[in-house]
Every structure is written in structure tokens, then in C-alpha cells.
């Protein structure tokens, strides 16, 4: 089962009444597991989140079937407000998957977000995920640059971790191609670009294979000779 793409429409606009009229049972996921609480975080109307959670009582904790729950859907797309209202309001559990939720908020970019998980709900910003990504490996996946420095001049990560295969956040920066992350790793987190994975692919590697030019170029010029 889909969600109608009018009704879709509806919860992103936050025409609470329109979402009202169309909806038969707001409990029930789509065939990927995602609840209609899913898609109404990406979009900041906090009315809708709260009809949903309050009115029609669907469980913001329940995940999908990719271990996301709405949790995770607010902090990808930075809507600080309904996050905080989903944890202090709606009985969210920001401890359930915390490690996901953590790297989720880095690789989103919104250091409000980060700052709040860790400050204010615990989360521990050096914790890995099942393989082994640290949420400073998301931010640099995800290019942010300003989290990234939060973390390793507040939080004190290592920005030269190694997830189980291997790959620095210096082979996920490169993944995205973001020249200032890529930059500010080498030169001032002094990651090495010649450095190999456990498969024996550099960063410049990476960026060959993906014929990545800018990069590879980028990474050439900033490897110690």
C-alpha cells in the first residue's frame, strides 16, 4: 500500500483538514513501513505531528523497514521544533537506535539538532553504528563542515577513526565529492589521502574510480609527497 500522492501533497502543505478528510487510518504503514508521522516530520507542520501522535495515537517509535523512525525523519531535514516536541511531548525515545539517531543529525547538518541530542538527551556523540561509522564519519559524509568542526573541537571526536572496513571519514567525504571537507581533513585533521581501506583503496582511489576529476586532482595536490 501507497499513501495517495494528493494526500501526500496535503501533509506537506499542512492542510490539517484536508489530511483529515482523506485519511481512513493513520496507524497503517505503506509497504516500506513508513506511517503517515513518516513523511508529515520532513515537512515542519508541527498541527499535523501533533494529530497524529495526540488524536490519532500513531507510535512515533515505530520503526521501518529500514530501523527509521520519525525521529530520524526530522533530524535528516533539520525540523529542530517538531524533533523536540516528538521527545519531550510525544513519548519519542531518542535512546532507541541511539547510535543511528546520532549519526542521522550529523549527516542532516543541523548543529542545533546535534548540540541538542547530546546536550540534552545523552546521545553519545563517539558512538559507531553497526559498521562502525562514528557520527563524524556521517557529517563528513554528508559535507557538514561546521558539525564536523563542532565535534572535533568540542566533542573531542577522532577524526581519524576507522570504520570496520576500514574507510576514514576522508573515503566517505569523498563519496559526495565536498572539496571544502575533503580540504579541511587533510590539512587540518591531517588525514592522509594515500591512506588504504581494508580492500586497499585510497581516497584518490575512490575519486578515480568514480572519475571524480576534481577530486582526484584535489587529493593528488594535498597528499604528502
Not at 506511517?35 to 499535523?48: A, E, K, P, R, S
Not at 566517505?172 to 580540504?183: C, Y
Not at 588504504?196 to 583503496?201: D, F, H, Q, T
Amino acid at each position: 500500500m501507497r499513501f495517495p500522492l494528493v494526500l501526500l501533497e496535503a501533509c506537506r502543505l499542512g492542510e490539517l483538514e484536508e489530511v483529515k478528510k482523506m485519511v481512513v487510518d493513520p496507524c497503517v504503514p505503506d509497504e516500506d513501513g513508513n506511517t503517515l508521522l513518516y513523511y508529515v516530520c520532513q515537512d515542519g507542520h508541527l498541527q499535523l505531528v501533533k494529530w497524529l501522535v495526540n488524536d490519532c495515537k500513531v507510535d512515533p517509535n515505530l520503526p521501518n523497514k529500514k530501523d527509521h523512525t520519525s525521529l530520524h525523519v526530522a533530524c535528516w531535514y533539520g525540523q529542530v521544533e517538531i524533533l523536540k516536541w516528538l521527545v519531550t511531548d510525544g513519548k519519542a525515545d531518542p535512546h532507541r537506535r541511539d547510535a543511528t539517531l546520532m549519526h542521522s543529525a550529523c549527516w542532516g547538518g543541523n548543529l542545533e539538532i546535534v548540540k541538542w541530542l547530546i546536550t540534552e538527551c545523552k546521545l553519545d556523540p563517539h558512538s559507531p553504528d553497526k559498521l562502525g561509522d562514528t557520527p563524524f564519519h556521517a557529517a563528513c559524509w554528508g559535507g557538514n563542515l561546521e558539525v564536523a568542526k563542532w565535534m572535533v573541537n568540542e566533542c573531542k571526536v577522532n577524526p581519524n577513526q576507522c570504520n570496520a572496513n576500514g574507510d576514514t571519514p576522508l573515503h566517505l567525504a569523498r563519496l559526495n565529492a565536498w572539496p571544502g571537507m575533503i580540504e579541511w581533513l587533510v590539512l587540518e585533521c591531517k588525514l592522509d589521502p594515500k591512506l588504504p581501506n581494508k580492500k586497499g583503496e585510497t581516497p584518490a582511489r575512490f575519486a578515480y574510480l568514480a572519475r571524480d576529476g576534481e577530486a582526484f586532482d584535489l587529493l593528488k595536490k594535498l597528499a604528502p609527497q
